[in-house]
């Protein structure tokens, strides 16, 4: 389980993945517990290695020795069918966790994950108007009033920032390509849907294609009307397609034609056509 706070806030919010969650550390726990595990077989030797170990040291061989191995052997059969029983549960809720993440759960993550960005970023808001222009820590004391404070507080944000963003990567990873989410994020389109990146000032665009975020680019983003988490991954990749201009819409006739062949022209007569004069004179 991931220690990013904004990830399992997210997951909090479907009921199937909290239940599956809570009966694995339950599982867990009860495993732990148990400890190691002797087998059946080797409880049984113990007994008998026990008892001789104690003979040769001037004991005598125990009666009931049959009885004693055999409870031993009961008594390890039901430990180590627990420790199955809890292993087979354990892999079982964290196979049915990865389905889980990987299908609507997902989508329901992620829109808890995009109501907790917009209500971040309206925390944001507040003191960022109170900067009055304000575009770095030597600027807001200069201007003085409440921008120190607000550039402060603006600065404790950045990780909250970065736990929302961490958490919408790491949701939308298992619904796709790694390496493809990486690459969309690398365009900027993991910050904001339907921008015009070539329209966004070149450090903003570093934090945004980057995820190296500072007071200034948290500042930019919560102005932002189109600041988001995508539900899906097909939702972000949408967001890369190319515009190849408007589709030519005419009919193309793909009927085949035959053309017909000419016919060939008449052969040309020469003298050697004509018949000799073959008369005596």
Same mark, same amino acid.
């Given at each position: 389980m991931s220690n990013n706070p904004e990830f399992r806030a997210a997951w909090s919010a479907v009921p199937?993945?909290?239940?599956?969650?809570?009966?694995l550390r339950k599982l867990?726990?009860?495993?732990?517990?148990?400890?190691d595990v002797l087998s059946p077989d080797l409880a049984r030797r113990k007994v008998f290695d026990d008892a001789v170990t104690?003979?040769?040291?001037?004991?005598?061989?125990?009666?009931?020795?049959?009885?004693?191995a055999a409870d031993a052997y009961r008594n390890a059969l039901e430990a180590e069918s627990e420790a199955l029983g809890l292993s087979e549960g354990v892999w079982s809720l964290r196979a049915h966790l990865e389905y889980l993440r990987g299908t609507d759960g997902?989508?329901?993550?992620?829109?808890a994950l995009g109501r907790r960005l917009a209500e971040f970023l309206a925390d944001v808001r507040k003191p960022a108007t109170e900067l009055n222009g304000a575009r770095?820590?030597?600027?807001?004391?200069?201007?003085?009033?409440? *921008? +120190?404070?607000?550039?402060?507080?603006?600065?404790?944000?950045?990780? %909250? $920032?970065?736990?929302?963003?961490?958490?919408q990567f790491d949701i939308l990873r298992p619904l796709g390509d790694g390496h493809r989410l990486q690459e969309l994020r690398a365009?900027?389109?993991?910050?904001?849907?339907?921008?015009a990146l070539d329209g966004v000032p070149a450090d903003i665009l570093r934090s945004m294609t980057s995820g190296h975020y500072d007071v200034r680019y948290l500042v930019c983003i919560a102005?932002?009307?189109?600041?988001?988490?995508?539900?899906?991954?097909?939702?972000?990749?949408?967001?890369?397609?190319?515009d190849c201009g408007v589709p030519d819409d005419s009919v193309i006739d793909y009927t085949l034609r035959v053309d017909r062949i000419p016919d060939p022209? *008449? +052969?040309?007569?020469?003298?050697?056509?004509?018949?000799?004069?073959? %008369? $005596?004179k």
């Open positions: 199937d993945v909290v239940h599956a969650e809570t009966q867990e726990e009860r495993r732990r517990a148990l400890g104690a003979m040769r040291g001037g004991a005598e061989f125990p009666d009931g020795i049959g009885a004693r997902a989508e329901a993550a992620l829109e770095s820590t030597e600027e807001a004391i200069h201007i003085g009033g409440k *921008a +120190p404070a607000a550039w402060k507080k603006l600065t404790e944000m950045l990780g %909250t $920032l970065r736990n929302i963003r961490q958490a365009k900027g389109y993991f910050e904001a849907a339907g921008i102005a932002l009307p189109n600041a988001w988490v995508p539900t899906s991954f097909d939702e972000l990749e949408a967001e890369d397609v190319v022209p *008449a +052969p040309k007569r020469t003298d050697a056509e004509r018949a000799p004069d073959l %008369t $005596l």
